[in-house]
């Protein structure tokens, strides 16, 4: 993280520590502590909130597709969701790394009929297109340029809609995440890449401008604010 005070008119240009490589139990053990955080901060609300409003379409499985899954914890959550509703899905998680997918498999209870994928969102072909994809905290990992691609990809892929769940750069988040990581006394690794991910994710502007870039008009996509500091893009496809 930076010495200065963070500048907040612009995305930061950092890298995070769990983008880097190390080793499974190090990747485990953070990725047990961030799931504690959307726990605590309510980070699946923003998805199952939207999840809630789509109409569902005759007796055929809904295929939702959680791009950048991590832990699996959002999905494993949406599982439960479907389950308490008694609606039928069919829920693939898709992960760059192989480590983090094995980690989400293991994490997962036996009775769980999640799919495990690791593979690069912009080379995956699913058998059969998603009718919902979903990311949550994932692309502000990606630079403006392949926001742009992954928001033309989610385009191309999803059937009925898309949710990005992400972060909201502010100062208060920021702050706050800083002091609370520490005396919660999260992982290390967290500690420095909760604070960082606040400064590298977007403000409402920013989406409007990279939504214009992949050929969305105003009309057809929405960003949502949640508290606490999450924001949320969702696109939902005429029928």
């Known amino acids: 993280m930076p010495h200065s005070a963070p500048d907040f008119r612009v995305r930061a240009q950092l890298s995070e520590l769990m983008d880097e490589p190390c080793s499974p139990d190090v990747m485990r053990a953070c990725l047990r502590d961030l799931a504690r955080v959307n726990r605590w901060f309510l980070g699946y609300r923003p998805t199952l909130n939207w999840l809630d409003t789509i109409e569902r379409r005759g007796p055929e499985p809904l295929r939702i597709l959680d791009v950048g899954c991590g832990y699996g914890d959002a999905l494993r959550r949406i599982e439960t969701w479907a ?23 293991e994490a997962s209870s036996p009775k769980s009929a999640i799919r495990w994928v690791a593979a690069n969102v912009f080379a995956y072909n699913p058998d059969r297109p998603a009718h919902l994809i979903v990311s949550s905290l994932f692309t502000h990992h990606l630079n403006d340029e392949d926001v742009v ?91």
């Open 83 to 105: 389950r308490e509703r008694g609606n039928a899905v069919e829920l693939t998680g898709l992960d760059l790394n192989p480590n983090t997918i094995a980690i989400a498999s």
């Open 149 to 239: 691609r992954f928001l033309r990809w989610l385009e191309k892929n999803a059937e009925l809609g898309w949710f990005i769940n992400d972060l909201s750069r502010a100062p208060i988040p920021y702050y706050l995440f800083l002091w609370f990581s520490r005396a919660a006394r999260l992982h290390p690794f967290v500690q420095h890449d909760g604070p960082v991910s606040f400064l590298r994710t977007f403000v409402a502007d920013d989406w409007r401008r990279l939504c214009a870039g992949s050929g969305l008009q105003p009309d057809q996509f929405e960003i949502l604010n949640f508290k606490p500091a999450r924001l949320c893009v969702s696109r939902r496809k005429a029928r």
